[in-house]
Nanobody, 125 residues
């Protein structure tokens, strides 16, 4: 199984980026998929998770209203549209997939089976 992120880069505050994650070796129909991030010197943060049939979507409070998660199962790809980016959004972003539903405990998503290698987003002030 391989998950590959793309779309990271440098953007000014207030700008937008769209991250993509394409999976090979699994079929997304039965997987919850999510996005996580880790800023320098900080722990991993759950950003968003969406259930296999899109019936449940979760966002961290820090990105709610600015980020949108979506998926295209026919392309085995999911996305994170990030608008109104802030310097505090600077981090390495990782996609992940979990067979079944999103396992949400508090503000974190657990149980991910597969992870991408990450893409870096840098937001300048």
């Amino acid at each position: 199984v391989l998950l590959v992120e793309s779309g990271g880069g440098l953007v000014e505050a207030g700008g937008s980026l769209r991250l993509s994650c394409t999976a090979s070796g699994i079929t997304l129909d039965n997987y919850a998929i999510g996005w996580f991030r880790q800023a320098p010197g900080k722990g991993r943060e759950g950003v968003s998770c969406i259930s296999p049939s899109d019936e449940s979507i979760y966002y961290s409070d820090s990105v709610k209203g600015r980020f949108t998660i979506s998926r295209n199962n026919t392309k085995n790809t999911w996305y994170l549209q990030m608008n109104n980016l802030k310097p505090e959004d600077t981090a390495a972003y990782y996609c992940a997939a979990e067979r079944g539903i999103c396992t949400v405990i508090g503000d974190m998503y657990y149980g991910m089976d597969y992870w991408g290698i990450g893409t870096v987003v840098t937001v300048s002030s």
